[in-house]
Every structure is written in C-alpha cells, then in structure tokens.
C-alpha cells in the first residue's frame, strides 16, 4: 500500500508539473520575463547593497525580495533562465519597440549574470568588467599619452613647483564658502531647469529636494524616488568649487538624472506598464547611458561661453568670488577635461594589483591635477565602483556624438534618447 501512494503521488506530482511547464512556454511573454527580471534585480539588491539605485515598482515585490533572497548561486541560475526563456520568445511579428524592448531586457540580464559572477569570486581584468557590466569596452591609453596636455596646462598656470600642487592653488581660489554653498547650489539648479524647460516638456509634478552630506565616496548623487520626485545630495567633505555647482546642477538634476528616471517613469512605467523600468541596477548598460546622458546635459543646457557668462553674472556674486577671474578659470577647466580618461588607466593597473596605493594616489594625483586629499575621494570612489567610471567621460563622448550626429536639434534627440531602452552599442 504504501509503494502504491508514493508511485501515485510521484506521477501525480510528474503530471502537474508536466502542465505547469507546457502552458508557461507557450504563453511566456515580454512581460512575463520583466516581472522576474524585477524580481531577480530585487534580489541580488538584497545580496549587494548598492546594487538597486531606484526602484518604483509595487512595494510587495521589494518585501517578497527582502524576506526571500534567492542565494548568490541560484540567482545566477535564475539570470541564465531568463537569457534562455528571452531568447526562446519569437520575434516574428515583433514591432520595433518589442523588438528593442527585448534586446534592452537581453542586454540587462547579461550584465546581471556578469555581477553575479563577480560577486560569486570572478575576477575580471578592468576592460572585460566594463564591457560585461557597461556594454562599452574602454580604451586604456598609456599615461604618458597625456603628457602633452600636462605640459599645455604647465604653460597656462604659472608658478613653481609640482604642476598638481599649482593647479590645486590655482583652483582654491574658485571654493565656495561654506555658508553660500546652498543659495549657490539652487541658483545653479534653477538655470539648469530653466534652460531644460524651455526644450523639453516635464512630467507634471516633478520635483526634486537638495540635501548637504558627509562621508561618501562621490560628490554628488540622485536618488529617485518613484512619482517624478528625486533627493539630491552634495557631498561636502572636501571644499566645493565654484564651476560644480552647475556640474552637479545639471548632471543630477535637469537635464541629468532627475530628468532621466523621470521621464523613464512616466513612458515606461506608467504609459506602457514595462515594469522593467521601474527597477535600476547600478552596475548596467543603463548606467552608461544615464551618466553619460548627465555629463552631456551640462554642455548641451549651457553651449559655448554661456556657462562662463551665467557663473560670471549669477554665481561668482553669490559665493563672493572675483567675476573676473571666471574666463581664466573656464580656459583651466577646459585642458583638464582632456584628461578625464587617464584614470581607467590607473584604475586598471591599481584593481589588477600591480601598482600599491601609494603610487595610484600619485597618478591620479598627477593625471587629474588635484590635491591629494581629491585623489584619495576619487580612489575611494574607483575602489566602491570599479569600471563604473568609464560612465562618465567616455559615456559622455558617445552620447554627444550620437547626439549630433542625429540632426540639427540636439535637444529633442536628448529627450528622445531620456525617453528609451537606447543601449550603450546603439550609440556607435
């Protein structure tokens, strides 16, 4: 009797899960795929803190991720579950955005298996993490490649000594003081918004509060809060110079982050239900765009001289700095920028073991021209974030290339591009 019950609770249990599985195969969807992308995200945020940036969605999925995390392991299986069930799904009749929406989803689940191996113990050489994680593999130029521009910016900063040291005293003319920092910081957000209003139509509502941290790895950051709603946080560790205020200005708020989760939101989330876009994993193709996005937006909100002559007229009065400095100021920032990339090279060579510390500190101290208290935040940031920093300069060039290449009007590209499941390849 007993052999007869286990042989028919084992068939019994043989044929449920028989018609479990044909149904699911032959009904699964996009959609489908996305729930349990959501979930998996959610997961992996609860085995890494970090990993989930914003996320909007239904408040019970978090709580389902909180109280039952998948192990490392099995969310690695369950990555290379959705792989497969995205790539079974058939294309044909598929319009475009379908189409995209499931190479965005394919895209976005390859760089979730890749930080599950990272996390699972793999280690990966800084270009292949970029590439796996990013979908960008960055070039990894040789420091003395930018010596030239190192001895342009030598010729412009006069004085005697280490160039680092004489850019750093250069640049600590241009610090806001602490008590204007915030009358400041919402001027420069205001002008950001404003030259943003003026192209792109906002969803109703949005807005944003503005907060002063300490002990962070970064100078800035948005924090997305679902509703069109973001908090900004500056960062005041170390003094804050006058040209971040409309770099941050623009960059987490309009038309950066704020503006990015925020119309992602509203065409995504709430017009179409793609759940998948209510969850944002850090360490993603996503990011690439995002940063990129940001870094471009400061250009694109303030083209040519118009940056300098806003500072000029609007912030240099209310920090109670010298007006009339700001042009030498702008010339200084100009030399720098193209310089941003020698610190994949560092952080290379530093996240591979074959420089120490010390001789990181000295490079990026040489290559970025700051202080050395600046070099220690910004390996602070290399050793929490790794590759991530190719998001930014390299980010930057690819989008505003795409950008012009598209057409005279930049601005409804960029309001196009905020507004899609445009992956880091599409870019070339």
Not at 30 to 54: H, M, S
Not at 67 to 79: C, I, T, V
Not at 247 to 257: A, N, Q, R, T
Not at 380 to 407: C, H, K, P
């Amino acid at each position: 009797m007993r052999v007869t019950t286990i042989a028919a609770l084992a068939g019994a249990v043989a044929l449920l899960a028989a018609c479990a599985a044909t149904p699911k195969a032959a009904s699964d969807s996009l959609d489908a795929v996305a729930r349990d992308y959501v979930a998996l995200t959610l997961e992996i945020g609860e085995r890494e803190p970090g990993y989930v940036d914003a996320y909007y969605g239904p408040a019970e999925w978090a709580e389902a991720a909180k109280a039952h995390p998948r192990a490392l392991p099995q969310l690695a299986e369950g990555a290379t579950a959705l792989t497969r069930r995205l790539e079974a799904l058939p294309t044909t009749g598929l319009d475009a955005d379908s189409l995209q929406r499931r190479r965005y989803l394919l895209a976005h689940v390859s760089a979730a298996s890749a930080r599950l191996r990272m996390l699972q113990g793999e280690k990966l050489g800084f270009a292949d993490e970029a590439e796996a994680l990013f979908g960008v593999r960055p070039e990894l130029r040789p420091l003395s490649s930018y010596d030239p521009v190192l001895a342009r910016i030598d010729a412009l900063v006069p004085g005697e000594g280490p160039l680092a040291e004489r850019v750093a005293a250069f640049r600590a003319r241009y610090v806001i003081p602490k008590d204007r920092l915030e009358p400041v910081m919402r001027a420069a957000i205001a002008e950001c918004k404003a030259r943003t209003e003026r192209h792109m139509a906002l969803p109703a509502g949005e807005t944003f509060t503005l907060e002063f941290v300490n002990g962070k790895p970064w100078s800035g950051y948005n924090w997305f809060k679902g509703g069109a709603f973001s908090l900004i946080q500056v960062n005041t560790d170390l003094p804050i110079f006058i040209d971040r205020a409309v770099d941050l200005g623009c960059h987490e708020g309009y038309p950066g982050h704020h503006v990015y989760n925020a119309l992602l939101e509203q065409t995504f989330v709430k017009d179409k239900g793609w759940v998948e876009m209510s969850v944002y994993p850090l360490f993603s193709p996503m990011s690439f765009i995002a940063e990129g996005s940001a870094n471009y937006g400061i250009d694109l909100a303030f083209p040519g001289h118009e940056r300098t002559e806003f500072e000029a007229r609007v912030l240099y009065p209310l920090a109670g700095l010298d007006p009339a400095t700001a042009e030498a100021q702008t010339q200084l920032l100009a030399l720098t920028r193209e310089l941003a990339r020698a610190e994949y090279t560092v952080a290379d060579a530093y996240l591979a073991g074959r420089i120490d510390r010390e001789t990181a500190l000295d490079q990026l101290q040489k290559y970025s021209l700051v202080a050395r208290d600046r070099a220690a935040q910004r390996l602070n940031f290399i050793e929490t974030y790794r590759s991530y920093v190719i998001n930014y300069g390299l980010g930057r060039d690819m989008v505003q290339a795409w950008v012009e290449r598209q057409g005279p009007d930049h601005w409804a590209t960029m309001e196009r591009l905020l507004a899609s499941q445009t992956l880091p390849v599409d870019l070339h």
